[in-house]
């Protein structure tokens, strides 16, 4: 997906509808610095706002993600671009969260393993230890058990199967 050239594409359409920056956001219910943004590529519209988008420049959605208008013949090949455009980004958000989930289970292992190491076990002290080490134990069961879920959620979002 060019989201240069989509951004080119909504300003061209918001110019031709006579629409300011800070009307379309109106319009389209978000601010004009987000108007600003798409139309330099920065940031790619919403689904919702897509279709929003979609009616108020009297244009399909696949013609905004394509980046300009489409004869019927270019439909269906932009159509599948497209498609696969925003199944490989799909794909590739998925795999940037299951990263970070995994970053984060590991990081928080380290840590209750560094901090049970840490912990002194004197003769006197020893029950007071001992209930720290759990405690520790116990966060980082629960650390993990939600990431573990968090992990779990995000494939059912994106229809993953083990």
Not at 12 to 20: I, N, S
Not at 132 to 158: D, H, P, R, W
Request: charged share 25%.
């Amino acid at each position: 997906m060019d989201t240069v050239k989509i951004g080119k594409f909504l300003k061209e359409l918001r110019k031709e509808k006579g629409y300011t920056q800070e009307t379309l956001g109106e319009k389209v219910g978000v601010t004009n610095k987000t108007v600003s943004r798409w139309e330099t590529g920065t940031y790619m519209p919403s689904v919702e706002c897509l279709v929003l988008l979609s009616d108020i420049y009297d244009v399909s959605i696949n013609e905004i993600v394509a980046g300009q208008r489409l004869s019927k013949a270019e439909f269906s090949d932009a159509a599948e671009e497209n498609l696969s455009d925003a199944l490989q980004l799909s794909e590739n958000v998925y795999k940037q969260r299951e990263k970070r989930l995994m970053l984060i289970m590991a990081i928080s292992t380290i840590i209750a393993m560094v901090l049970i190491y840490l912990v002194p076990l004197n003769k006197g002290d020893m029950v007071r230890g001992l209930i720290t080490i759990l405690l520790i134990i116990g966060l980082a069961f629960i650390s993990n058990t939600l990431n573990i879920v968090a992990l779990a959620q995000n494939k059912e979002k994106y229809g993953k199967k083990d």
